[in-house]
């Protein structure tokens, strides 16, 4: 715990952000963190509460509540109060290979689940652990510590996304020889081309990259497994392959008209943007541009958030975000106690630009399209919506949301960006290695565990459990790394929590 009375005697003061208007001139971060002095004052907050819902990572009603990694969090807390940052950066790297990812772009399940924001606000433990790591780097504490010994085994990672960098950190402590294959030009998967700079600038994870270079991965990139290279010859060639490739296939809206110009998936938009803004600081034109567009985004998530950002940055005529769900309560309603994780309204960064420049909210609740418009060359010119309305499927006796009738309406549009989450495997990744898939085209493994059905491969990450947070990836990285290190040598003292 931090100060006994820490709670009571002072108020939450977190990272400010920079104004909308100013912050959208640029792609770069626009958190401007606390003071050391202030953090520690921020570290005192953290009380002795007795049962530290902050790092348990139970799920409570199907949704997680505190981080998933278990995250030492009262003891770093105590530790940043009391002045030890290198302690306490030695207590956070236990449980997290890449606080410097998380503390960015973690949704904070911990602070969700804070026992002082039961009553007020929680704890700053995202801006903590940001503290934490980057003071870490500043101080040397974070720099390279290849492993003394190695052991001869091994293991080939497919992906460098999150999931696959946290097996391959671990995996190369233990001594084992790691190579990551990365289909992109870039190492980070999700991280680099999936998160938009301003949530996450990719020097942050070159730093990271870096060092994990000089402790002994092997990165290589613009190679895409069973395309340019066989799963046969990486079964051949090491004693472990471990898929971490992620779920990217972009679920679809099928709609008349689906095939106008001008309808995209969201990953590809945002994905283009971050590589031109990396390339060329976008000179070279090599992306989907909304400058100017009348900009409709279907999907009220993170990745329509990125796209409402985005968009706007390029400099958009204007944005509209449809969700299918209706708007969450602002405050916690009385069937979704603490700790749960709070199903409330969040206005987001995108959603704050949106309303600095444009006058209002983006997002449209209870919508859907129905059909999409398009000129006589193809061009998409405008889509029709329709609203919807919860009700009891009578065969299934599920809560389904169904069209009300009479309820269209047109809106113009000439950039429409499609942000409705992903289903799963891409099939040639599968069918390469042969694993089988479940039902819902995740690679299927035993519960709770990481071995596929063919010998010496591997599965984690949105790969194994489909679409889900930075935070998940990372534990279940750390969790194949032991399986795969078990396989390998009869036991594993690897840490998973």
């Known amino acids: 715990m931090g100060k006994p009375t820490g709670f009571i005697d002072y108020e939450r003061e977190d990272a400010k952000a920079i104004e909308p208007k100013e912050r959208i001139k640029n792609f770069k971060e626009f958190h401007i963190p606390l003071s050391m002095e202030k953090q520690q004052i921020q570290g005192a907050r953290c009380m002795n509460c007795g049962v530290p819902f ?3 990572g139970m799920t409570i009603m199907g949704m997680t509540s505190g981080c998933p990694l278990h995250n030492l969090v009262p003891e770093w807390n105590d530790l940043v109060y009391t002045g030890n940052w290198e302690q306490a950066y030695n207590r956070l790297k236990k449980t997290n290979n890449f606080p410097e990812f998380t503390s960015r772009v973690c949704p904070a399940l911990c602070e969700a689940a804070c026992t002082c924001g039961h009553w007020e606000d929680p704890v700053t433990c995202k801006a903590n652990e940001h503290g934490i790591i980057e003071n870490a780097y500043a101080k040397g504490y974070a720099a390279a510590k290849p492993p003394r010994v ?53 020097w942050v994870i070159d730093r990271k990259v870096d060092i994990m270079k000089e402790e002994g991965v092997e990165f290589v990139t613009s190679v895409n497994v069973g395309k340019d290279v066989k799963a046969a010859k990486l079964l051949k060639d090491y004693d472990r392959v471990i898929l971490a490739c992620g779920a990217k296939n972009p679920r679809d809206i099928k709609a008349p008209g689906r095939d106008a110009k001008g309808i995209y998936f969201a990953v590809d938009f945002l994905k283009a943007t971050t590589k031109s803004l ?23 998530g993170d990745t329509g958030n990125d796209c409402v950002g985005t968009s706007i940055r390029h400099g958009c005529a204007s944005v509209t975000q449809l ?69 009891k499927d009578e065969k299934t006796g599920r809560m389904v949301m169904s069209e009300v009738p009479g309820s269209e309406t047109k809106l113009d549009a000439d950039l429409v960006l499609i942000a409705a989450g992903f289903l799963g495997t891409e099939k040639y990744v599968a069918d390469a290695f042969g694993v089988e898939l479940n039902a819902r085209t995740n690679v299927s493994t035993a519960e709770g565990a990481y071995a596929t059905s063919v010998k010496n491969v591997f599965a984690a990450g949105d790969v194994h459990r489909g679409q889900s947070l930075v935070v998940w990836a990372i534990r279940e990285g750390r969790e194949v790394a032991h399986a795969v290190d078990e396989s390998l040598m009869g036991y594993s003292y690897l840490s998973v929590q």
């Open 54 to 56: 902050c790092q348990s």
């Open 150 to 202: 190695r052991t001869g085994k091994k293991v080939a990672i497919i992906g460098s996304g999150p999931a696959g960098l946290a097996a391959a950190d671990q995996l190369n402590k233990r001594g084992h020889q790691v190579t990551v294959f990365e289909r992109d030009d870039r190492v980070g998967g999700l991280l680099m081309y999936g998160i938009p700079n301003m949530k996450l600038e990719k």
């Open 278 to 300: 990396l390339d060329s600081d976008l000179k070279d034109n090599n992306y989907i541009s909304a400058k100017g567009k009348k900009v409709v985004i279907i999907g009220g």
């Open 323 to 391: 969700e299918m769900m209706p708007k969450a309560p602002d405050t916690r309603a009385e069937n979704n106690p603490w700790p749960e994780w709070p199903k409330v309204c969040k206005t987001d960064y995108g959603q704050e630009e949106a309303i600095a420049v444009f006058g209002h909210d983006p997002r449209i609740y209870q919508t859907t399209v129905k059909e999409f418009l398009k000129d006589k060359n193809g061009n998409l010119n405008g889509i029709i919506t329709v609203k919807l309305e919860s009700k």
